[in-house]
């Protein structure tokens, strides 16, 4: 809690969790808001966004939400690949909340499901413009690898992370 002028701030503790179906348009709102800012939405993304049950989830995979009170202010999906493998993919954290550190945590969290899940490697792809986002994925392990298995026009690079022994 913060005091400023006579006024009495309550700083709120973003919490991250699992999907529920109450979340999917917060789902769509994130991942479009952060798609049309930075690149475009896209055939693959839409599939994803508008059928995360089919597309992630009954596969094994996860999508996870930042949520400050009751508002969904970020997001992560996990997707599983095949038995050993992950895919992170639209990352999201509104504008009013970036800079507060969501996106490592949403990472963070990400990873860990996926190391609980047997993975081997988590993925991404990404473009090579998205300097911030870079340094997030490079401050969390991921190192850059040859660009395959590509399915987003957008996207000029792959990233591999792999759980330390």
């Known amino acids: 809690m913060s005091a400023g002028k006579g006024r009495c701030v309550v700083m709120r503790r973003v919490v991250i969790v699992p999907w529920q179906d109450a979340f999917h348009q917060d789902y769509i709102r994130l991942s479009v808001a952060w798609l049309e800012k930075y690149v475009r939405v896209e055939a693959a993304d839409e599939a994803l966004l508008y059928h995360p049950h089919e597309a992630a ?31 992170l993919a639209k990352l999201a954290v509104t504008e009013a909340y970036q800079r507060r550190h969501i996106g490592d945590r949403l990472v963070e969290t990400g990873l860990a499901y996926a190391v609980a899940h047997g993975a081997k490697r988590v993925v991404l792809f990404t473009n090579s413009r998205l300097y911030p986002a870079l340094c997030l994925y490079r401050k969390h392990g991921f190192v850059q ?21």
């Open 57 to 87: 989830l009954e596969k094994g995979g996860m999508i996870f939400f930042a949520r400050d009170g009751a508002r969904n202010v970020g997001t992560v999906t996990m997707l599983r690949t095949d038995a050993e493998t992950f895919e």
């Open 145 to 165: 690898t040859p660009l395959v298995d590509n399915a987003y026009e957008e996207s000029d690079m792959r990233m591999e992370w792999t759980p330390r022994a």
